[in-house]
């Protein structure tokens, strides 16, 4: 059998996060009862005319700025005629002329090898609405969806395996939600990939004919699916069959794509300009404005993390690995500048408890001048370590307030000496035999003794003290 490649090309579809519908002032709020946010312009009643958000065209810049790309100051909109039951207008405002941003790029790391995948372009559109297949062969439609905003970015067929897929979008995913331009929630479809793939005989200039399979929405389905398609297409091939263009509609429960229909050219869609709608122009100040207002991305997060707060590369990672995460160690680092005492109280506390309480910490943001506190306590050995992780899971249960805890319950680290050294004195006085032992050479002795007065102080006993003080007293015995 020959030896083949795979060509992979994407276009991923992002529902950015504005208010508000691109066309008219629906909200895009996921949810809320089927057929409620809509309005006539979202529906294309007769008469009715879009009005582009503003909001949209920004996120359009940040993203094509973050991502390297060439933004067109002028740009527009064209028609994209087709029918279908959850598109009422039977056409769909999208860009095919001059998109918004062309010519970007993304580096992406896979089997510890890197690679730059080229991205073709961006381009801003409206989301359609959505069909419910219902049990007893009724199909429903919701309009809710319609008009909310898409980005699609299309990349250059440039992937030639499944894991650089999964590294380009998870990559893809972290800059957009650094952005903050969508929330990239894939369970929610606000992100969702056409895969175009197509194989030849490895060394080949020539592409060989794509298939197409729409709306991937889970990276283990991706990755599953182009496995499968790849197979599909060299066995179709080495029987000396023909690879169909097509689009093919991937069965997640089964694990195999199936014909929806021939793939359709952009020819089919019959695209014109949108006579309802002025060409967007993008002014320099408004560019350089977004250019300055851009937040540090992931990447560069975890370079400073390392370099500037001497994190391991590790640490770095796993805190930026998601918004909420690093959002809270930096906030924290803003009362506390011990960024390793920070690192490790949210990497082993706070992540244990999220993962016990199965939230995330988009879900649980907590009190950063409270975990500074504990950190705080721990350093200056108000508290012992036991004591903060208690006082921590108080915080992040009841937003405690941390001195107010320890005072109340009594775990503040006893330092008086005067304190210890009673309480070591009841322990040799009560335990004689210990202290014969010790008196023989036999070194268990004193540790029994260490731990009875630990005891004795519930274990709030400094470690310090304790071992000075009962060292200078069986010395002299
Ligand atoms: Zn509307």
Redesign the pocket.
């Known amino acids: 059998m020959k030896e083949y490649e795979v060509v992979v090309g994407l276009e991923v579809h992002v529902e950015l996060s504005t208010k508000t519908?691109i066309?008219?002032?629906?909200t895009t709020e996921f949810g809320g009862l089927p057929n409620t946010?809509?309005?006539?312009?979202?529906?294309g009643l007769p008469g009715a005319l879009p009005t582009l958000n503003e909001r949209v065209v920004d996120y359009a810049v940040m993203t094509g700025l973050a991502l390297d790309c060439e933004i067109n100051r002028y740009n527009k909109f064209d028609r994209k005629n087709y029918f279908y039951p959850d598109l009422p207008k039977a056409y769909q405002i999208s860009q095919l002329y001059i998109p918004i941003c062309q010519k970007g790029k993304i580096d992406i790391f896979s089997d510890g090898n890197k690679k730059t995948i080229g991205i073709h372009e961006i381009h801003m559109e409206e989301d359609a609405g959505k069909l419910i297949h219902s049990e007893d062969n009724t199909t429903l439609i919701d309009y809710n969806r319609?008009?909310v905003p898409l980005l699609e970015i299309v990349s250059e067929p440039d992937f030639s395996s499944a894991s650089e897929v999964v590294a380009y979008l998870t990559k893809l995913r972290e800059t957009l939600m650094y952005l903050g331009v969508s929330d990239c929630k894939m369970q929610e479809g606000s992100m969702r990939a056409d895969i175009n793939l197509s194989v030849r005989p490895k060394g080949d200039k020539n592409l060989g004919t794509r298939t197409e399979m729409k709306n991937m929405s889970s990276f283990k389905a991706i990755e599953k699916a182009i496995e499968y398609e790849a197979k599909r297409q060299i066995e179709l091939i080495e029987k000396g069959e023909k690879v169909v263009q097509q689009t093919r509609r991937w069965d997640e429960e089964k694990e195999i794509s199936f014909s929806m229909r021939t793939k359709e050219d952009a020819s089919d869609y019959r695209y014109f300009p949108e006579p309802d709608l002025l060409p967007v122009e993008i002014s320099e100040e408004r560019i350089d404005c977004l250019k300055n207002t851009l937040p540090e991305l992931a990447e560069d997060k975890r370079k400073r993390y390392v370099s500037d707060l001497s994190l391991t590369e590790y640490e770095a990672e796993v805190l930026t690995s998601s918004v909420a995460l690093s959002k809270l160690f930096e906030d924290t680092l803003e009362y506390c500048k011990s960024s390793k005492q920070v690192c490790n109280i949210i990497l082993g506390e706070y992540m244990r408890l999220l993962k016990l309480k199965a939230v995330t910490a988009e879900d649980k943001y907590i009190d950063p001048k409270k975990i500074a506190c504990i950190i705080e306590l721990t350093l200056s050995n108000k508290i012992n370590n036991n004591t903060a992780k208690e006082v921590f899971e108080e915080v992040f249960e009841k937003d405690t307030d941390p001195n107010i805890y320890i005072e109340e319950k009594g775990l503040v680290v006893v330092t008086d000496e005067a304190v210890v050294s009673k309480a070591i004195d009841e322990v040799l006085r009560v335990n004689p035999k210990s202290v014969e032992d010790y008196l023989s050479g036999k070194q268990k002795a004193r540790g029994f003794i260490v731990g009875q007065t630990m005891k004795l102080l519930k274990g709030k006993a400094d470690p310090k003290i304790l071992n000075t003080l009962i060292d200078e007293k069986l010395s002299k015995l």
């Open positions: 519908k066309f008219c002032g629906c946010h809509i309005c006539p312009v979202c529906l319609c008009g």
